[in-house]
């Protein structure tokens, strides 16, 4: 897999593969109709290295590729209205040849909802939002395997209490770096002021940040739906 970068120029009439990183300032109109900027940042190559990389074993010795980042089955397991009716979007793409005739659907326990649909359990939404933003570097051969959670949808909804402890609920942070002690605990049930998650996500400093890369702002409506997970859970035993 090779990464490429194409910046444009000021004029917004060519763009230019670039991969070693920059700023540009940026504007737009959001959808409440307010205008919001920053200073976006362009990754690196080693940037994208971190995120897209996947620890193998080959031949007995372990190697590094580099695989793409994207929507799974589990996020496009629902209905879209097509011009000929309502189909689930999977079933369709079997049919029309998008997808392998073999291709199993994910099951409904193992589908993703929309992490805004407020009909929805605020657990299951929760699972959803870090599933499709956090997953792809905390899971196994991954770059945050060395973190416990493992944010990836199948694995949140484990039962016997393994789901939690995979979305951090009470489990300590294991490297401080300086930050304040009272963010040793990853999740700290109705805590957000405890809850080291919490705390980065809701920064754009690049020391701390979640996700690394990727985001130059708040994620707003992300963070008000974990801080409402965080203050539905019951407390540490």
Same mark, same amino acid.
């Given at each position: 897999?090779?990464?490429?970068?194409?910046?444009?120029?000021?004029?917004?009439?060519?763009?230019?593969?670039?991969?070693?990183?920059?700023?540009?300032?940026?504007?737009?109109?959001?959808?409440?109709?307010?205008?919001?900027?920053?200073?976006?940042?362009?990754?690196?190559?080693?940037?994208?290295?971190?995120?897209?990389?996947?620890?193998?074993?080959?031949? #007995?010795?372990?190697?590094? @590729?580099?695989?793409?980042? *994207?929507?799974? !089955?589990?996020?496009?397991?629902?209905?879209? &209205?097509?011009?000929?009716?309502?189909?689930?979007?999977?079933?369709?793409?079997?049919?029309?040849?998008?997808?392998?005739?073999?291709?199993?659907?994910?099951?409904?326990?193992?589908?993703?909802?929309?992490?805004?649909?407020?009909?929805?359990?605020?657990?299951?939404?929760?699972?959803?939002?870090?599933?499709?933003?956090?997953?792809?570097?905390?899971?196994?051969?991954?770059?945050?395997?060395?973190?416990?959670?493992?944010?990836?949808?199948?694995?949140?909804?484990?039962?016997?209490?393994?789901?939690?402890?995979?979305? #951090?609920?009470?489990?300590? @942070?294991?490297?401080?770096? *300086?930050?304040? !002690?009272?963010?040793?605990?990853?999740?700290? &049930?109705?805590?957000?002021?405890?809850?080291?998650?919490?705390?980065?996500?809701?920064?754009?400093?690049?020391?701390?940040?979640?996700?690394?890369?990727?985001?130059?702002?708040?994620?707003?409506?992300?963070?008000?739906?974990?801080?409402?997970?965080?203050?539905?859970?019951?407390?540490?035993?």
């Amino acid at each position: 897999m090779d990464f490429a970068d194409y910046v444009w120029n000021s004029e917004q009439t060519e763009a230019f593969f670039d991969l070693t990183g920059s700023f540009t300032p940026i504007s737009w109109r959001d959808e409440n109709n307010v205008i919001k900027s920053t200073n976006y940042r362009i990754p690196s190559e080693a940037q994208c290295v971190i995120c897209h990389k996947k620890k193998e074993l080959v031949n #007995g010795n372990e190697q590094t @590729t580099y695989i793409p980042i *994207g929507i799974k !089955p589990q996020n496009l397991n629902f209905n879209y &209205p097509y011009s000929t009716g309502a189909r689930n979007q999977l079933t369709r793409w079997i049919q029309i040849g998008y997808l392998n005739s073999n291709f199993s659907l994910p099951s409904p326990e193992n589908t993703a909802v929309d992490y805004r649909d407020i009909s929805k359990p605020i657990a299951l939404r929760a699972r959803s939002y870090v599933d499709i933003n956090c997953a792809h570097c905390h899971q196994n051969d991954r770059h945050c395997d060395y973190r416990p959670m493992r944010f990836a949808f199948n694995e949140t909804g484990l039962p016997s209490g393994v789901g939690n402890t995979n979305m #951090g609920v009470c489990v300590d @942070t294991q490297d401080m770096q *300086g930050f304040a !002690p009272e963010l040793s605990k990853i999740v700290t &049930p109705r805590d957000i002021t405890q809850s080291m998650m919490y705390y980065r996500l809701n920064t754009t400093d690049e020391t701390y940040r979640m996700p690394l890369h990727g985001r130059t702002i708040l994620h707003e409506e992300g963070l008000a739906l974990i801080e409402e997970w965080i203050n539905s859970l019951d407390g540490c035993q």
